[in-house]
């Protein structure tokens, strides 16, 4: 792991195109961008986001959010040379070990249109996951930046078993955005909860 490493981390802009255009801005004075989903509005305007959003050249892993699916983000960035989606899989960025899982886990309400998985599949997804890197997860782990503005915890068990084996230096979610824009130090691991605004953070 290289220590020193600066990295903007983001998630659920939900099409918010002024808070795209300055994390953009923002991207210039970091290593790695790290978005973790929901980029759009069920599955609407994706094309325009990301089409702001390509003009970062820092390397830029991505998960899919509920609200697109990982194959329409493979597909829209495809003409942005620097980004790299997750889903299942790893990559290394910079000497560091990346992993993502995309989607709403467990399955959310929302209907037949969110792009979701249940603990059992998401398990499976997890299974790769290695020990001391950075997982990037649409959905928070159980337990730890996952309760919503009416106070539930609605994070995933899976994806807090994976966080508990693999002990990554960091874990950068979403989802939940009763809990966006917040931190939390978990043993050696630190967990994000990124929001729309970014959040700046050195490892």
């Not at 961008?33 to 892993?61: S, W």
């Not at 002990?167 to 990124?194: D, F, M, W, Y």
Request: glycine content about 12%; charged content about 15%; overall charge negative.
């Amino acid at each position: 792991m290289i220590l020193g490493m600066k990295l903007l981390l983001f998630s659920d802009v939900h099409s918010d195109l002024p808070a795209v255009r300055d994390l953009v801005r923002r991207a210039a004075a970091v290593d790695v961008v790290v978005c973790a989903g929901d980029l759009c509005n069920a599955h609407r305007q994706l094309n325009r986001v990301v089409e702001v959003l390509k003009a970062i050249d820092k390397p830029t892993v991505l998960v899919a959010g509920n609200n697109e699916t990982t194959d329409e983000l493979v597909e829209v960035c495809k003409a942005w040379p620097s980004a790299v989606v997750l889903h299942g899989t790893g990559a290394d960025v910079l000497g560091v070990p990346f992993f993502g899982v995309g989607g709403g886990i467990p399955v959310t309400p929302f209907g037949s249109w969110s792009y979701d998985f249940d603990e059992a599949q998401a398990e499976a997804l997890l299974a790769g996951c290695p020990t001391g890197g950075v997982l990037v997860t649409h959905s928070p782990p159980a337990g730890v930046l996952d309760l919503s503005s009416s106070g539930r915890s609605l994070g995933s068990t899976a994806i807090r078993a994976a966080f508990d084996r693999c002990r990554p230096k960091l874990l950068v979610c979403g989802h939940i955005h009763g809990s966006g824009g917040q931190q939390q130090q978990v043993g050696e691991t630190l967990v994000v909860n990124a929001g729309p605004n970014g959040v700046v953070v050195e490892v």
